[in-house]
């Protein structure tokens, strides 16, 4: 979800150190005991000596999935898990997650003066009012809270230019739907993560006003992992007319089984930050990729460490992205094997590479859009950067809520529940990925090969089957569309399927600025949200 507040200055504010996890990330084992110094060194190796053995204890825990943990009423000890599915719990576990039991989302209180409930954008001199106003309805919104890490308030642009821009994503979806279907086929809309139902609201609403034609032929399904947003978006949906048209499905995406047929747009806007990432780093000596795996202790210490790949996923995943040719995630210094060898020899030199946090849960999105959804439209909206990350490339922000102010934190490894974690979205890496699996009409490549080719080095050269045609369904080598040859996709194999635009160029095209425009001329929804892209 997006959690972007008006400057950075409001966003994030100076670190805290007693909210930091202390872990080890400079070698294959980590010291789960923190250094009684250095407090201003989350990264910090105490130990002289690097070893790849990692506690016998440690490795003897049960191996389980964030799926396993589901049952638990607690945060687990005793076990052990990948980074993938410790970030997953960590946020969507039922009983304690981060977004089951303690995010809030703001919205704008029905007194604002504007319509429904909005802010009156035309009345205010310029984006500091604004932002004074949004600041103040933030308080209130949150007043009553306890101190320490409690309500945890982010907001959305759905919901800070609400209804406008719900009415620009709606604008976007009936000139596709208007241009390619209608009449001949339904209006089909999936919405993954709805929040409070607001984007679908006044998606519905502008459809019954300025499109009767096309209302009378929606059907809008929502998509929704929290029992608790699917009461509260399946009520007030029904409440306010359009129970016809709507349905909530409290499922994951990510356990979806129907298939759709027909022509239909998947939107996700502000979902995948939150997905899930699985970490690999590279053994500096051979480049061989190993996968990050945190233990919890008997006392609910972490002990992140590293092993070879045996992850189906995670190898799919640096497979596609070696087929693609997108960047070698390795810092230049790096892919010098003189330099590497002269950087291993020096004193206290890691054993490997920094952190690469990859986009697992995405890909597994993406297959089961190709696979449930083969006659989609995808609309998805998201960050492509984030200030205050950790460290590490495609590293996520990790922060909570005390009181008024946004903690930023200095590792993933912090108490279940009680933290955000959210990540940036490569958007050029996401296009390739999307449209090469797209166009791939058979199954995924053999999950033994794609281990095997995992472990290979990301610099190495290779005459694997699967780098046979490398860049084949890149855009940057894409072959002509073959008359009566359709993709998984049911476009023209080698047609493009979408486009990356900015923020700003997304709303420029589709919404009505007037609206968002304040006395001075500026226009803080086109302004705002610099670092977020759209793909379409």
Same mark, same amino acid.
């Given at each position: 979800?997006?959690?972007?507040?008006?400057?950075?200055?409001?966003?994030?504010?100076?670190?805290?150190?007693?909210?930091?996890?202390?872990?080890?990330?400079?070698?294959?084992?980590?010291?789960?005991?923190?250094?009684?110094?250095?407090?201003?060194?989350?990264?910090?190796?105490?130990?002289?000596?690097?070893?790849?053995?990692?506690?016998?204890?440690?490795?003897?825990?049960?191996?389980?999935?964030? +799926?396993?943990?589901?049952?638990?009423?607690?945060?687990?000890? +005793?076990?052990?898990?990948?980074?993938?599915? #410790?970030?997953?719990?960590?946020?969507?576990?039922?009983?304690?997650?981060?977004?089951?039991?303690?995010?809030?989302?703001?919205?704008?209180?029905?007194?604002?003066?504007?319509?429904?409930?909005? #802010?009156?954008?035309?009345?205010?001199?310029?984006?500091?009012?604004?932002?004074?106003?949004?600041?103040?309805?933030?308080?209130? #919104?949150?007043?009553?809270?306890?101190?320490?890490?409690?309500?945890?308030?982010?907001?959305?642009? @759905?919901?800070?230019?609400?209804?406008?821009?719900?009415?620009?994503?709606?604008?976007?979806?009936?000139?596709?739907?208007?241009?390619?279907?209608?009449?001949?086929?339904?209006?089909?809309?999936?919405?993954?993560?709805?929040?409070?139902?607001?984007?679908?609201?006044?998606?519905?609403?502008?459809?019954?006003?300025?499109?009767?034609?096309?209302?009378?032929?929606?059907?809008?399904?929502? !998509?929704?992992?929290?029992?608790?947003?699917?009461?509260?978006?399946?009520?007030?949906?029904?409440?306010?007319?359009?129970?016809?048209?709507?349905?909530?499905?409290?499922?994951? !995406?990510?356990?979806?089984?129907?298939?759709?047929?027909?022509?239909?747009?998947?939107?996700?806007?502000?979902?995948?930050?939150?997905?899930?990432?699985?970490?690999?780093?590279?053994?500096?000596? @051979?480049?061989?990729?190993?996968?990050?795996?945190?233990?919890?202790?008997?006392?609910?210490? #972490?002990?992140?460490?590293? @092993?070879?790949?045996?992850?189906?996923?995670?190898?799919?995943?640096?497979?596609?992205?070696?087929?693609?040719?997108?960047?070698?995630?390795?810092?230049?210094?790096?892919?010098?094997?003189?330099?590497?060898?002269?950087?291993?020899?020096?004193?206290?030199?890691?054993?490997?590479?920094?952190?690469?946090?990859?986009?697992?849960?995405?890909?597994?999105?993406?297959?089961?859009?190709?696979?449930?959804?083969?006659?989609?439209?995808?609309?998805?909206?998201?960050?492509?950067?984030?200030?205050?990350?950790?460290?590490?490339?495609?590293?996520?922000?990790?922060?909570?809520?005390?009181?008024?102010?946004? !903690?930023?934190?200095?590792?993933?490894?912090?108490?279940?529940?009680?933290?955000?974690?959210?990540?940036?979205?490569?958007?050029?890496?996401?296009?390739?990925?999307?449209?090469?699996?797209?166009?791939?009409?058979?199954?995924?490549?053999?999950?033994?090969?794609?281990?095997?080719?995992?472990?290979?080095?990301?610099?190495?050269?290779?005459?694997?089957?699967?780098?046979?045609?490398?860049?084949?369904?890149?855009?940057?080598?894409?072959?002509?569309?073959?008359?009566?040859?359709?993709?998984?996709?049911?476009?023209?194999?080698?047609?493009?399927?979408?486009?990356?635009?900015?923020?700003?160029?997304?709303?420029?095209?589709?919404?009505?600025?007037?609206?968002?425009?304040?006395?001075?001329?500026?226009?803080?929804?086109?302004?705002?949200?610099?670092?977020?892209?759209?793909?379409?």
């Amino acid at each position: 979800m997006l959690r972007s507040a008006l400057s950075c200055n409001h966003l994030y504010c100076s670190r805290q150190s007693h909210l930091k996890v202390y872990f080890s990330s400079t070698a294959l084992t980590a010291n789960d005991k923190p250094p009684p110094k250095h407090n201003d060194k989350i990264n910090y190796n105490p130990d002289i000596s690097f070893s790849a053995t990692v506690d016998s204890k440690h490795l003897k825990y049960p191996m389980l999935s964030s +799926r396993d943990l589901e049952s638990h009423r607690k945060p687990p000890t +005793r076990v052990r898990m990948l980074v993938r599915d #410790f970030i997953e719990d960590s946020l969507y576990n039922p009983h304690y997650g981060y977004f089951s039991k303690r995010a809030t989302i703001f919205t704008a209180p029905p007194h604002c003066g504007g319509v429904e409930g909005g #802010f009156d954008f035309n009345k205010y001199r310029d984006s500091a009012e604004f932002e004074v106003d949004v600041a103040k309805r933030y308080r209130e #919104f949150g007043n009553g809270e306890e101190d320490g890490p409690g309500r945890q308030l982010w907001h959305t642009p @759905t919901e800070l230019f609400k209804p406008w821009y719900g009415q620009a994503i709606a604008q976007c979806l009936v000139s596709e739907y208007l241009l390619k279907y209608f009449p001949y086929e339904d209006f089909k809309v999936y919405e993954l993560g709805a929040g409070n139902g607001t984007l679908a609201l006044n998606i519905l609403d502008f459809l019954k006003t300025h499109y009767p034609e096309v209302y009378d032929r929606t059907q809008y399904t929502i !998509i929704e992992i929290s029992e608790k947003l699917a009461r509260a978006q399946r009520h007030r949906l029904h409440q306010q007319g359009h129970g016809q048209v709507v349905d909530v499905v409290n499922r994951s !995406i990510f356990r979806w089984e129907r298939k759709e047929h027909a022509p239909c747009y998947v939107v996700a806007m502000e979902v995948v930050d939150n997905f899930a990432h699985d970490v690999v780093r590279y053994d500096l000596k @051979t480049l061989e990729a190993y996968q990050g795996v945190v233990a919890v202790d008997e006392v609910g210490e #972490f002990v992140p460490f590293y @092993t070879k790949i045996s992850d189906p996923l995670i190898a799919s995943y640096l497979a596609l992205r070696r087929r693609l040719s997108l960047p070698v995630p390795l810092p230049r210094f790096l892919r010098s094997p003189s330099l590497r060898r002269l950087y291993a020899s020096l004193p206290f030199a890691p054993n490997l590479s920094p952190p690469d946090y990859i986009p697992t849960r995405l890909l597994s999105l993406l297959k089961i859009l190709r696979t449930h959804f083969p006659r989609h439209r995808l609309l998805l909206s998201d960050f492509s950067s984030l200030p205050d990350a950790v460290p590490g490339l495609n590293a996520p922000v990790v922060q909570t809520r005390v009181g008024t102010t946004m !903690i930023p934190c200095g590792s993933i490894f912090v108490q279940q529940g009680w933290f955000d974690i959210m990540f940036p979205t490569d958007f050029t890496a996401l296009r390739e990925m999307y449209e090469s699996l797209l166009s791939q009409a058979g199954p995924d490549a053999d999950e033994q090969d794609e281990l095997s080719y995992a472990r290979v080095s990301p610099l190495a050269s290779s005459t694997s089957p699967l780098s046979l045609g490398a860049g084949f369904f890149s855009s940057r080598a894409r072959r002509s569309p073959l008359d009566g040859v359709t993709s998984a996709s049911g476009l023209p194999v080698g047609e493009r399927k979408s486009s990356v635009f900015s923020h700003a160029e997304y709303l420029e095209t589709y919404a009505d600025l007037g609206k968002t425009r304040l006395v001075n001329g500026e226009n803080p929804m086109v302004g705002f949200y610099e670092n977020v892209k759209v793909l379409f």
